[in-house]
């Protein structure tokens, strides 16, 4: 396993104002191969943060403005998921994990790094077109493939 990857770029939408209730959690969402974080930028976190949500994306490392490139092609999902964990872990609480393609793989592997800490994941949705996402952790609450969705 290559080491963490300290450089990380997140873009964040932030609400207006403070969610009333405080009960919704923030969105991390994780992109696919041969994109980065910029993707979600012009459409999706503004949406949702004007619904009251704390949108975040992530470039993984490799990627947009994250450090790695370097190693970008000697990475494997761990690392990936591993920068997903360290992304996650600066959040207030823990995020709905939302991922396309090889981010949703991303989004799955590190649900399952939490299942061996006992920590339970509230939702993960993927935009899965190849249906590629393996099995779902059993700490996973709910899971959402878009794709696979009626």
Sequence with gaps: MLPLE???EVRSCLPA????????????FVHGGYCDAWCWAPHF??????????????SLRGH???GGRETMFVTGLDEFAADVEHVAAGLPVPPVLI?????GLCALTFAGILKSENIPVSLVVTIDPAQASPKVPLN???FINVFLSD
């Design 17 to 28: 104002r403070r969610n009333g209730n405080g009960r919704k959690p923030p969105l991390l």
């Design 6 to 8: 300290p450089n990380l």
């Design 64 to 66: 947009g403005a994250s």
């Design 99 to 103: 991922g396309h393609s090889m981010g």
């Design 140 to 142: 996973v609450e709910r």
């Design 45 to 58: 976190l503004p949406w949702f943060a004007a619904r009251g949500y704390a949108a975040h994306a992530l």
